[in-house]
Structures are given as structure tokens and as C-alpha cells.
């Protein structure tokens, strides 16, 4: 079991960037997942938005944000991040952090939010034009 909390979102200007953290309360389990960061707009589905490897080697991107966000993490802080750069009104949701806990040391960062088996209670960011 691991508890993610996100933590850094709030109210921009477009253009503007925020930083997302997000703390795990197990070590054990924060250094053996993959995590993701997924979104959702009111009225919209959740989509994915990026996600690591465990060993933070290997990212991937939805094609929305490529160019735009960063996402990173540090195993020694049980954390990770998502650094948002040039944000645009249609970024405005709840962002959620997840863990993939059964993913082996080389498996590859997934988009596939079924993959996740835990989920934070997410932060919201606004975006104004």
C-alpha cells in the first residue's frame, strides 16, 4: 500500500508554469513503480499525461503537452514531479498522480491509466487566457 498526495497546483495566468509534486508514504513501494500523471477537465474523461520509469530513464508524453511539461522524480524523496511550462487554458483540470506498482525494473512507462493501482486525490490547476 502507498498513499500519493499532489501538491503545487493553483491559478495561472497562460503562459505562466506551475510545478507539481507528489509525495509517496512508502519508500519501498514509490522506488518500485512507474508513475503517471493524469488529468481531467470538468465534463471531460481523464487523460494521460506523462509517466516515468522506475528508474526515471525512459519518459513519455501525451502529444499535448510534449515540449511543454517535464516530468521527473526522485526515488531517494518518494517523489515525483511535473513541471509545467507555457500552460495554456485547456490544461485547466484536476491533475492526478498514480503508481504502478507491479511493473519490473525495466518495464516501460505506460499510458494506460488500468495499469495504475494507486491513485492520489489530485490538485487542481486553472489556467486563465
Known amino acids: 500500500q502507498v498513499q500519493l498526495v499532489e501538491s503545487g497546483g493553483g491559478l495561472v495566468q497562460a503562459g505562466g508554469s506551475l510545478r507539481l509534486s507528489c509525495g509517496a508514504s512508502s519508500r519501498y513501494t514509490f522506488s518500485r513503480s512507474i508513475m503517471g500523471w493524469f488529468r481531467q477537465a470538468p465534463g471531460k474523461e481523464r487523460e494521460f499525461v506523462s509517466s516515468?520509469?522506475?528508474?526515471?530513464?525512459?519518459?513519455v508524453y501525451a502529444d499535448s503537452v510534449k515540449g511543454r511539461f517535464t516530468i521527473s522524480r526522485d526515488n531517494d524523496k518518494n517523489a515525483a514531479y511535473l513541471q509545467m511550462n507555457a500552460l495554456l487554458p485547456e490544461d485547466t483540470a484536476v491533475y492526478y498522480c498514480?503508481?504502478?506498482?507491479?511493473?519490473?525494473?525495466?518495464?516501460?512507462?505506460?499510458?494506460?491509466?488500468?495499469?495504475?493501482?494507486?491513485w492520489g486525490q489530485g490538485t487542481q490547476v486553472t489556467v486563465s487566457s
Open positions: 516515468i520509469s522506475r528508474n526515471g530513464r525512459s519518459t
Open positions: 498514480a503508481a504502478n506498482s507491479r511493473a519490473i525494473l525495466t518495464a516501460a512507462p505506460t499510458t494506460d491509466a488500468n495499469q495504475y493501482d494507486f
